[in-house]
């Protein structure tokens, strides 16, 4: 309404700062995580809304998602074959890999999901960063790392825990020794 006052008064200077305030806040509502993960998910749910509650409220403020992250949603909630996110360092791939975790827990939740980081030092940040999170939804999260044996305690940690963050390594002795394990995964998750 703004905007058509101030081009009926002929205030172009007017005009152009209603036109890019609205630009503005057109954006601010695409990025949002309501918004984004609305078109995924019903946000009133018990999961969704804790997840999105999770992050706005326990991990700094996150109340958007990058264009990036937005981009890649529809080909990892929508493929059933798998895919391969190819962004740059810091483009967001750890949250689109939070929110496939969430897809596969809203669409089997007794499902168990693995989660392979290359280095011990990330996978501990990643479990960290995911129980902060996760913890919040009544999800468990454990982690599997060190050598290329599997004993007794990973067998439990793994009955457990809904989302396991492993090393390379564990994650193959992991499968060599326990192929039943196999059948309760429903998603992998592999980072760089």
């Known amino acids: 309404n703004l905007q058509e006052v101030a081009a009926m008064r002929g205030e172009p200077d007017v005009w152009w700062v209603i036109r890019l305030l609205l630009l503005i806040i057109d954006g601010f509502k695409e990025s949002s995580l309501w918004y984004v993960l609305g078109n995924y998910f019903n946000t009133e749910d018990?999961?969704?809304?804790?997840?999105?509650?999770?992050?706005?409220?326990?991990?700094?403020?996150?109340?958007?998602?990058f264009l990036t992250q937005r981009n890649s949603l529809p080909k990892v909630l929508n493929n059933k074959q798998g895919s391969i996110v190819s962004i740059p360092t810091s483009s967001g791939k750890t949250r689109i890999g939070e929110i496939a975790i969430l897809n596969c827990l809203l669409n089997e939740p007794k499902a168990k999901i693995l989660f392979i980081a290359p280095y011990r030092s990330l996978a501990y940040e990643i479990e960290n960063s995911f129980d902060e999170i996760f913890s919040n939804l009544d999800v468990s999260v454990s982690h599997l790392y060190g050598g290329s044996l599997f004993s007794k305690l990973d067998e439990r940690i793994i009955d457990e825990s809904s989302v396991i963050v492993a090393t390379p390594e564990k994650a193959k002795a992991l499968f060599r020794s326990n192929e039943d394990i196999l059948s309760c995964i429903k998603l992998v998750i592999i980072d760089e």
Do not use: A, R, W
Not at 46 to 65: D, F, H, M
């Open 46 to 65: 018990k999961l969704p809304l804790k997840y999105i509650q999770s992050l706005v409220y326990k991990n700094g403020s996150i109340t958007e998602l």
